[in-house]
């Protein structure tokens, strides 16, 4: 996997932005998640007249059509862009990698979901994660929802990896408890996924076992939210997207991505209701994840699939078992005789 060439890593990072020197010469486009609409961050950076400022709203997962309605709005600016800054969650995070990528390959976004299939590295892309966990700040992909057949697939290539990160700890302060619990796990379950699979090797591990051990010191202390534990989250969430760009998921995110789609439900969290329902494939990760809820005193959501309709049952079986290589490397090649039809629904059925 391609890396980072840098990395400005402290509390107060992110004003260096201002300062850098392809950002304050060339025209920028910039991805701000729309909670810091009015807060003192986007105050903060400067926008030059010939910038081009997105806010993203990350209520809902980002789809192909967000990615292609933004994308033809930057081209009739007529601008030269040579820089994108992604600032954010995940959405925002995948937002500018998707757009980077797509200034300079054509077609729109349902073109290069999958591996590989970009051809051209994007216009440099910055990254300043403000949330801790889903790793986008260092995977290799942009997960994007194409409405249209239901598929929830990334740009899986190594032109998607961010060329610089800031990481600031200051900038997750004011997430919201139940967030930075939901997406600081995200990093302990692709950890998890990750170690017990069948495509698991040292480098991978080495990246899982260091984030694995960080996320651990986080949630079983007192506050999860305290300075230092920010600081030990932002580099979890980093090195488990390493991680997982060297490796594979397994049961927990194709399980959880049929909620996603089916029911909207957004990554991190549909990630913790799926993990109430994964005692039988990862038992003692099982059993630490529901102690780290209760420590922590999360409420998850519960009962959200007990009385759906066929067509939606249906849906979620589709959904989910069409991931077939994270399944492959949790369960093996024969994952469709443990994943039945019957299987999927009663693992819905417990969340
Ligand atoms: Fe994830």
């Known amino acids: 996997m391609k890396n980072i060439l840098n990395i400005e890593f402290g509390f107060n990072a992110m004003k260096k932005l201002n300062e850098h020197p392809k950002v304050r010469k060339s025209h920028t486009i910039f991805f701000v998640d729309i909670f810091f609409k009015n807060s003192f961050l986007i105050k903060e950076i400067l926008i030059k007249e010939k910038d081009f400022l997105y806010f993203v709203d990350s209520t809902n997962e980002l789809t192909t059509t967000d990615v292609n309605n933004v994308l033809k ?32 390959n054509k077609g729109t976004a349902e073109d290069y979901q999958g591996w590989d299939l970009v051809k051209t590295p994007g216009v440099y892309k910055i990254g300043i994660p403000t949330l ?16 249209q057949n239901g598929l929830k697939l990334g740009m899986n ?23 930075f619990f939901y997406t600081g796990m995200d990093t302990y379950i692709h950890c998890i996924e990750s170690l017990n699979g069948s495509h698991r090797h040292p480098l991978s591990d080495a990246y899982s076992n260091q984030a694995l051990d960080l996320a651990r010191q986080v949630f079983q202390s007192e506050d999860m939210m305290s300075d230092k534990n920010r600081e030990k989250m932002m580099v979890a969430s ?12 397994g049961v927990v995110h194709p399980i959880s991505a049929g909620l996603s789609v089916v029911l909207g439900i957004h990554h991190c969290e549909a990630n913790c209701i799926t993990m109430t329902a994964m005692e039988e494939f990862y038992p003692a990760e099982y059993n630490e994840f529901m102690k780290l809820v209760e420590k922590n005193q999360i409420k998850l959501r519960r009962g959200l699939c007990q009385n759906l309709s066929k067509k939606q049952y249906d849906d979620l079986f589709d959904a989910s078992t069409m991931h077939e290589i994270p399944l492959k490397n949790a369960l093996g090649l024969d994952f469709k005789k443990i994943l039945t039809k019957e299987k999927v629904i009663e693992l819905y059925k417990k969340m």
Request: glycine fraction near 10%; charge should be negative.
């Open 73 to 104: 709005t930057i081209k009739e600016t007529n601008n030269n862009y040579e820089v994108v800054v992604g600032i954010g969650g995940g959405t925002s995070l995948d937002f500018a990698k998707a757009i980077s990528n797509l200034l300079t």
């Open 132 to 147: 801790s966990g889903t790793g986008a700040e260092s995977s290799k992909t942009c997960v994007m929802i194409n409405l």
């Open 157 to 179: 290539s190594n032109h998607t990896v961010y060329d610089e990160l800031i990481l600031d700890p200051s900038l997750a302060k004011t997430v919201p408890k139940e967030q």
């Open 238 to 249: 980093y090195f488990g997207g390493v991680a997982i760009a060297n490796s594979f998921v």
